[in-house]
């Protein structure tokens, strides 16, 4: 990309150069390209994580903004739903605790086209 760095100047240069890609990612326009990317940046500018003791920060600064709460911890434990706050049913638990994460790929991975 040549000039500044932004959203809109990154989707267009991955459209020239990347179209067939973009559209086998369900991104079927420059402009829809440049709002996933304009998404990310905004997480990474406004986004807010747990660190490894359950608090909420800053992602870019760290900074702290709230405490773990029992909420926080259960949600990082994988015991309730990560928006409702909702506990899951031991079905739905059972299947958590025996996922084996390592034997995971995401589904672009798999595809043999």
Same mark, same amino acid.
């Given at each position: 990309?040549?000039?500044?760095?932004?959203?809109?100047?990154?989707?267009?240069?991955?459209?020239?150069?990347?179209?067939?890609? #973009?559209?086998?990612?369900?991104?079927?326009?420059?402009?829809?390209?440049?709002?996933?990317? %304009?998404?990310?940046?905004?997480?990474?500018?406004?986004?807010?994580?747990?660190?490894?003791? /359950?608090?909420?920060?800053? #992602?870019? /600064?760290?900074?702290?903004?709230?405490?773990?709460?029992?909420? /926080?911890?259960?949600? #990082?434990?994988?015991?309730?739903?990560?928006?409702?706050?909702?506990?899951?049913?031991?079905?739905? %638990?059972?299947?958590?605790?025996?996922?084996?994460?390592? %034997?995971?790929?995401?589904?672009?991975?798999?595809?043999? /086209?």
């Amino acid at each position: 990309v040549e000039g500044t760095l932004t959203a809109a100047t990154l989707a267009a240069a991955l459209w020239e150069k990347e179209e067939a890609k #973009m559209r086998n990612a369900e991104l079927d326009s420059p402009a829809k390209v440049e709002s996933h990317l %304009q998404r990310i940046v905004d997480v990474y500018r406004n986004g807010k994580v747990y660190d490894a003791a /359950s608090n909420i920060i800053e #992602m870019t /600064s760290g900074r702290f903004i709230e405490g773990a709460a029992q909420k /926080s911890k259960r949600h #990082m434990a994988g015991e309730v739903h990560s928006r409702t706050r909702v506990d899951y049913d031991e079905r739905f %638990q059972e299947k958590i605790n025996n996922m084996k994460c390592d %034997q995971l790929i995401h589904r672009t991975a798999s595809d043999a /086209s």
